[in-house]
């Protein structure tokens, strides 16, 4: 089973590496791009075959390594 995990920072938490994503497009000449938020994304695949489980799993390996739960949002889809 595969499954994708998309990590991203609170609303509020200020995010320096987006700020300079966003600062380095428009001296590329990319105008009219807004506010840019970096975040990561991660490519699971996993022998479970209980979806339900699977997705437990996931929730808790975000919980305790993947996501700073403090300071990110994390969501799971399971394809």
């Given at each position: 089973m595969k499954a994708r995990i998309t990590v991203t920072l609170k609303n509020g938490v200020l995010d320096p590496q987006g700020k300079a994503i966003e600062h380095a497009l428009s001296g590329l000449g990319?105008?009219?791009?807004?506010?840019?938020?970096?975040?990561?994304?991660?490519?699971?695949?996993?022998?479970e075959t209980d979806t339900a489980k699977a997705e437990a799993d996931l929730k808790a390996m975000c919980d305790k390594l993947l996501a700073n739960t403090v300071i990110e949002n994390y969501a799971v889809e399971i394809a």
């Open positions: 990319f105008d009219g791009v807004g506010q840019v938020r970096q975040g990561k994304v991660f490519d699971v695949e996993l022998a």
